[in-house]
């Protein structure tokens, strides 16, 4: 999902200036706070000892673009959401302590 587009951006940095602006959800909460809910791909190829460091290395990097750019990014591994009941869990968990963090009231 793209959720950004500035039709300067392609004309002054490139066309590879929005590659990172990709995200998987964005919550725009009150006072201006944006935070980036984000699922990992599988890093592991089998066999799963052998990591893939260059997939994480551009997560890392998209990571620091968008917190420099004023965005709160949580991110969930891929092995947490593959049971149903164990994702409705953590986001059970998750989204009022998320929600508290930043003071939205229900």
């Known amino acids: ?11 002054e940095r ?3 200036a929005l ?5 998987d959800f964005l919550l725009l909460l009150p006072h ?19 990591l893939d460091t260059g997939k994480y290395a551009d997560i890392v990097a ?7 750019r004023g965005y709160d990014v949580f991110r969930f591994g891929h092995d947490e959401l593959q049971h149903l009941d164990a994702t409705q869990a953590l986001l059970r968990q998750f989204l ?5 963090r930043f003071k939205v009231s229900h």
């Open 62 to 68: 998209a990571d620091r673009d968008l917190k420099l």
């Open 32 to 50: 201006g706070q944006r935070v980036v809910l984000e699922v990992d791909p599988a890093l592991h190829p089998r066999p799963r000892h052998t």
């Open 96 to 100: 009022p302590d998320m929600f508290r």
């Open 1 to 11: 999902m793209w959720l950004h587009w500035d039709h300067r951006t392609v004309k």
């Open 14 to 16: 490139g066309p590879e």
């Open 19 to 23: 590659l990172r602006s990709r995200m």
